[in-house]
């Protein structure tokens, strides 16, 4: 009969222990699982940001290139009108 006790007192023994340790470790991985959820959204996130930023560089990259051929049509043109001046006024 005492042995008996005894084993009933270390089935429960460890019953409690299973659910005082079980319980923080569900706890745990439903935790692990939301951040790793919102890792991955967050990944999701960044990539397309990235995508938008390659986008908008390239169109930078196209205006500043734009701007710069028109900039330099400018000065062949103000360069044209000085001499055009310059001959005008008599000078050389």
Not at 19 to 28: D, T
Not at 30 to 53: H, Y
Request: no cysteine; hydrophobic share 40%.
């Amino acid at each position: 009969m005492r042995m008996e006790w005894t084993v009933i007192t270390a089935l429960v023994t460890l019953v409690g222990l299973g659910i005082s340790v079980g319980g923080p470790v569900v706890r745990l991985n439903g935790s692990i699982t939301r951040l790793n959820t919102l890792l991955q959204a967050m990944e999701a996130r960044l990539n397309a940001l990235e995508r938008d930023l390659e986008a908008q560089a390239g169109k930078a990259a196209d205006s500043h290139r734009r701007l710069w051929a028109r900039v330099e049509q400018q000065d062949r043109q103000l360069g044209e009108h000085e001499t055009r001046l310059k001959l005008l006024e008599g000078g050389h």
